[in-house]
């Protein structure tokens, strides 16, 4: 029972560079999440997906994208990576929202952008 | 505006002190669900307990309680009789049932039980 899980644990990135942050979760949850945190920030919510093919932008969308072409799959993509993205990733994934079931989370992504 | 509001940055206590860490919300639905969070040190996030509008019972597992007032829109965690293994990021959060797709997490309370 892997639960949410999330790849790479740690990367670094040179400016401008690209790459895609994977997410995987078994639960068959229909929604899915990307946050980022950072120090004092708390967790940020980057975009979400409510169901395969459905995506949304949260809080902190810019600079990132996100597809959900399975109901397993949710990988979230920089495009031109900055260092203001360095951060931790962490991937969610949830029965639903609206609901009393907790979002389960991966172990996160350190990212460092140089 | 902040949905979930978690005013204490830091809290540092002596072990076996007890400790309430604060949590205050702000939603229109009248379903909504309440939920902490843990993050220890090696950086997992934990889920604790979950809370729907309709109960406001309060909640006791272990050295752990929880208040939930609907009066004053807070749901506060109490630790009684603090050990240095409670020494995390706490968060609180909220998911709004007719009106979200998000889950409204606020900004951590950075405990730290000092031996």
Partial sequence: ?114 | AQKVTQAQTEISVVEKEDVTLDCVYETRDTTYYLFWYKQPPSGELVFLIRRNSFDEQNEISGRYSWNFQKSTSSFNFTITASQVVDSAVYFCALSEALTGNQFYFGTGTSLTVIP
Avoid at chain 1, 37 to 46: A, F, K, N, V, W
Avoid at chain 1, 47 to 62: C, F, L
Avoid at chain 1, 72 to 84: G, K, N, Y
């Fill in chain 1, 1 to 114: 029972n892997a639960g949410v899980t999330q790849t790479p644990k740690f990367q670094v990135l040179k400016t401008g560079q690209s790459m895609t942050l994977q997410c995987a979760q078994d639960m068959n949850h229909e929604y899915m999440s990307w946050y980022r945190q950072d120090p004092g920030m708390g967790l940020r919510l980057i975009h979400y997906s409510v169901g395969a093919g459905i995506t949304d932008q949260g809080e902190v969308p810019n600079g990132y994208n996100v597809s959900r072409s399975t109901t397993e799959d949710f990988p979230l993509r920089l495009l031109s990576a900055a260092p203001s993205q360095t951060s931790v990733y962490f991937c969610a994934s949830s029965y639903a929202t609206g609901s009393n079931q907790p979002q389960h989370f991966g172990d996160g992504t350190r990212l460092s952008i140089l």
